[in-house]
């Protein structure tokens, strides 16, 4: 499927899968990332991830949960990577460093867990984390994630593929 720069979709799956997917996804054990900004050199310069697949192969059960997400971007993907981000609750709203997943140009999609204040952006324009949202971009651009102030964490899907 052909996709523009940037493609929302919300209600991205059917209430009952994505709520089966979204208690699971609550319940998995993540992993400390240190320094996720530089330039904003607050306390809460972390989050945490479990990645689901990665170097060819899956790294988590999880995975076989979230099949019917990866078919319903397209079939015969080339993974390249899977995981999910929890970036924890702050008292202000923390915007991180522009980075990119992969210099080579690439396909990517963000699928969100839960609706909260936080959000990326991509170039100037703010995509807010809605649940059940897909999110599609080339993840080889430029962007920047937030946490979020009014949940207790910020949850999404980081899908990169070819």
Same mark, same amino acid.
């Not at 499927?1 to 720069?5: K, V």
């Not at 054990?29 to 530089?38: A, C, E, V």
């Not at 936080?118 to 649940?131: A, H, P, R």
């Given at each position: 499927?052909?996709? $523009? $720069?940037i !493609?929302?979709?919300? #209600? =991205?799956? /059917? @209430? &009952?899968?994505?709520k089966d @997917?979204?208690?699971?996804?609550? !319940?998995l /054990?993540? =992993?400390?990332? /240190? #320094? @996720?900004?530089?330039e904003n050199k607050e306390d809460y310069n972390f989050y945490l991830t479990h990645v689901v697949y990665n170097d060819h192969a899956p790294n988590s059960p999880f995975f076989q949960d979230i099949k019917v997400i990866i078919d319903?971007?397209?079939?015969?993907? =080339?993974?390249?990577r899977i995981k999910v981000n929890f970036? /924890?609750?702050?008292?202000?709203?923390?915007?991180? &460093?522009?980075?990119?997943?992969n210099k080579k140009s690439h396909k990517g999609a963000l699928f969100s867990l839960n609706t909260c204040d936080?959000?990326?952006? @991509?170039?100037?324009? =703010?995509?807010? $984390?809605? !649940?059940n949202r897909m999110l599609f971009f080339d993840p080889s651009k430029f962007h920047r994630s937030t946490n979020c102030t009014d949940q207790r964490a910020r949850f999404n899907i980081n899908f990169n593929y070819f």
């Open positions: 499927m052909a996709r $523009s $720069s !493609e929302i979709i919300d #209600n =991205f799956l /059917p @209430i &009952d899968v994505f @997917i979204q208690k699971k996804a609550m !319940e /054990p993540y =992993f400390y990332t /240190p #320094n @996720i900004t530089f319903k971007i397209g079939k015969d993907l =080339f993974l390249k970036y /924890p609750r702050t008292n202000k709203l923390i915007v991180h &460093d522009k980075h990119r997943d936080g959000g990326t952006y @991509i170039g100037d324009k =703010f995509i807010n $984390s809605v !649940e």
